[in-house]
């Protein structure tokens, strides 16, 4: 794979795109400017990478908009070596960001194919999750809570309790719940049994599945 002057041109394209949609972090769009997001595609769609779109990754699965990855991003509010369980691994894309951004990244993916090729492809990118695990996201990883930030990248229909309860005290979850839209909530963990919610508009992700079904 190759990460062309062309490319990396149309990441520029893609960068000046996200300012205007609103994104502001100069870390963030710096990352995304890093980060060949071809490399997470398919190589026969690798011209699709710089659309600000989801796109197919198979198992009817999809790699996030980058809109949609800059702003849940932006929402966690990230600090270096914070722990971040991150729910969804697809593509591997967002957990690249996360490292990129100095993140210790704990990464769950209940579908066995992009599970074994994220696997895979993020050392190859250099990217060294310190977990990626094969299994289901609202279980979470109870043996390593608990953690500063819990990053959903799929819809939940209601917000996952065991997954709560690994959130550290000061700690957030940015989720997005509902049913065919969902709303983009950030849970700030105030106390043992305290957690304030706030809503950051409608986006569409693919459904948070539970168990095998
Ligand atoms: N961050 C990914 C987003 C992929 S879409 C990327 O940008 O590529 C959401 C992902 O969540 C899908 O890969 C889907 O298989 C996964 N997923 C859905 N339900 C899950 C669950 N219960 N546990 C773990 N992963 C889940």
Not at 63 to 69: K, L, R
Not at 144 to 170: N, R, S, Y
């Amino acid at each position: 794979m190759k990460d062309t002057p062309k490319h990396q041109g149309l990441r520029k394209k893609l960068i000046n795109q996200l300012i205007e949609k609103g994104i502001r972090s100069k870390e963030i769009l710096t990352v995304i400017n890093k980060i060949p997001r071809h490399f997470f595609i398919d190589k026969d769609f690798e011209s699709h990478a710089y659309i600000d779109k989801a796109f197919p990754i198979g198992s009817e699965q999809t790699i996030s908009q980058p809109y949609t990855v800059a702003f849940q991003t932006s929402l966690l509010e990230l600090k270096e070596n914070e722990k971040v369980l991150e729910i969804g691994t697809g593509s591997g894309y967002q957990t690249a960001i996360l490292i990129e951004l100095k993140a210790k990244v704990y990464t769950i993916e209940r579908q066995h194919h992009l599970f074994r090729k994220a696997k895979k492809n993020l050392p190859l990118l250099g990217y060294y999750p310190e977990i990626i695990k094969y299994g289901d996201g609202y279980l979470g990883l109870k043996e390593h809570a608990p953690f500063d930030k819990i990053l959903i990248t799929a819809g939940a229909v209601e917000i996952p309790k065991k997954l709560l309860l690994q959130l550290k005290i000061g700690g957030v979850m940015i989720i997005p719940v509902g049913n065919n839209t969902q709303k983009m909530t950030h849970v700030l963990r105030t106390g043992e049994n305290k957690y304030q919610k706030k809503i950051f508009g409608e986006f569409s992700f693919v459904p948070m599945l539970k168990n095998k079904n």
